[in-house]
């Protein structure tokens, strides 16, 4: 996949051009402008963030992804220093001990920006560069595999995003960066590393409980064709009395479409 684990940005011509699919007058009226201090190089820059209460939920995915009604608040879900390249998703910015530092120094990842404020509404194009980013700023720290797939996941629902925008302007995103190709590579690895933190670390793992935990892995799992493991994974879910509100109901509805592709199958 491309820029996992190699270059966190796209070679030029690489990616198709997202411009225009952004009302980017109005976005902007939504986001606010936060001060970070880099731990790694020492530089304060100023980006974008959503408002709190700006960004609309318009319903659910299966996977859990939020979908928005007025904007895209996963493309402002990473932060990144213009100047050394650290990257990370924003809850997480900044959480790095003196090895990390010392990692990240050494690789000098970054791309020799200079602007130390974001002017304008940030477009898929960009956000996926930061999210890309963080995805190798995760591999070079050595971060647990929680962490990984987290930094995937989201970049997985940016990219669904970025192709619904597309689709809605008439635009075809077959074989570009934001394809289901390209989407399906990295749910891939979320999965692959929510199973490694499922054995080493402790619950909550990523502020997930371990019924809803399971229902993720289930719908994850049922997303890449995995259906014994979805099977198992939405059955434990439901027979966790904790498993409560939109999801359980979500879990049952998954439990019926395991079961409806096995018969198929």
């Not at 974001?118 to 190798?136: G, H, I, P, V």
């Not at 940016?158 to 570009?176: N, T």
């Amino acid at each position: 996949m491309r820029g996992l684990p190699g270059s966190p940005w796209p070679e030029k011509g690489e990616t198709g051009s997202d411009a225009g699919l952004e009302d980017q007058f109005g976005e902007l009226d939504m986001l606010i402008d936060r001060v970070h201090e880099c731990p790694v190089c020492s530089v304060k820059f100023s980006i974008k963030e959503v408002k709190v209460g700006k960004a609309s939920s318009d319903g659910m995915d299966l996977d859990l992804r939020t979908r928005y009604r007025n904007l895209d608040a996963n493309k402002y879900k990473v932060v990144e220093c213009p100047r050394c390249g650290y990257a990370d998703m924003l809850k997480y910015f900044g959480k790095l001990n003196k090895r990390e530092i010392a990692a990240l120094k050494e690789k000098n990842i970054g791309r020799g920006r200079e602007e130390m404020a974001e002017e304008c509404a940030r477009s898929y194009s960009d956000a996926y560069d930061s999210y890309k980013a963080a995805l190798r700023c995760n591999l070079i720290r050595g971060s647990k595999s929680s962490r990984r797939a987290h930094t995937a996941l989201y970049s997985a629902w940016l990219l669904r995003g970025w192709r619904e925008s597309m689709e809605k302007a008439g635009m075809s995103a077959d074989g570009l960066e934001m394809s289901e190709d390209e989407e399906r590579k990295l749910i891939k690895y979320a999965l692959k590393n929510l199973k490694n933190a499922e054995m080493t670390e402790d619950f909550p793992i990523n502020d997930m409980s371990e019924p809803i935990f399971d229902y993720l892995m289930a719908a994850l799992s049922y997303e890449q064709g995995e259906l014994d493991d979805a099977g198992r994974y939405v059955l434990r879910a439901l027979q966790n009395k904790t498993l409560k509100g939109v999801v359980r109901p979500m879990a049952e509805d998954l439990r019926e479409m395991i079961k409806q592709d096995r018969k198929k199958a």
